[in-house]
């Protein structure tokens, strides 16, 4: 099986509290929609782990990587450093997210497999080098794609993002680093209030960075065209040697955190598009985490295709 799966009942013990979006239901819905689909039982599993402090330390400084362990042990409802809600297990469960994207980049990258979907929480894109913030505590993705250059030897890792909400956190890691190229379609003017379309990269990075804005209501014709006019020049001009996907679901029609109308199919599409482009230029490696998406049964309704395509043979 050329597809792997990361799942760990612990990402459902991060919980910032009654009534939060990004609840432990999203592990759960996820989680039966993919058991009801067979497709836990025909995937290849992902062992998980935690993150060690040097692996964190790839995206995030030392001096934050203590305060968001510190404030945890405290008994925090919030991180200080910003809007991103926790308990008494977060940073466990945070650090143990990171660790099992860290496994799936190594399956990938030695070739054990080709594909791999990781349904991890926290969420990750918000998260800076010294912030915690929109629901994340560390970038998952991010933290990914150093781990696939520094011990697999990736030269160039291309990031899409189809949240919903621009990924500040991992345009700001990469943002003066041509080796990362950072791609995002994204509401706006909409949370975090970033991503505007003259935001490229600036020194070594210049170029590496391209965000494509859209307005409320946008869907399939506006994204479609994004992918296949904006980023498919682009990849055949950066030729990664991995692909990662920020899988954000909240970009699907009927989300409480957004107002995109993307279908079920057409996240199949989207995702057709980059097995394709990796297909031509990595030799199939793609990755796939998973950030956003707060309707329950859009979200699992969502993943269940997304991660159908992923297996398809």
Known sequence: MKTGLLLDPLY??????????????????????????????????????????????????????????????????????????????????????????????DAVMSGKLKHAFCAVRPPGHHARPAQGMGFCLFNNIGIGARHAQRKHGAGKVLIVDWDVHHGNGTQDIFYEDGSVYFF??????????????EERGEGQGRGATLNVPLRSGSGMKEIGAAFEDRLLPEIDKFKPDLIMISAGFDSRIDDPLGQFTLTDGDFVKLTQTLMSAAERHCEERLISVLEGGYNLKGLASAVKAHVETLAAP
């Open 184 to 197: 995002s379609t994204h509401q706006s003017p909409w949370y975090p209030f970033t991503g505007h379309a």
């Open 12 to 105: 459902a013990d991060h919980d910032p509290g009654p009534g939060h979006p990004e609840s432990p239901r999203r592990y759960a819905a996820v989680t039966q929609a993919l058991t009801e689909a067979r497709l836990v039982e025909k995937l290849q599993p992902i062992p998980t782990r935690a993150a060690e402090t040097a692996e964190l330390e790839l995206c995030h400084s030392r001096d934050y990587i203590e305060l968001a362990r510190d404030e945890v042990a405290a008994g925090r409802d919030t991180l200080s450093t910003g809007d991103t809600d926790i308990n008494g297990r977060s940073y466990e469960v945070a650090v143990r997210a990171v660790g099992g994207v860290l496994n799936a980049v």
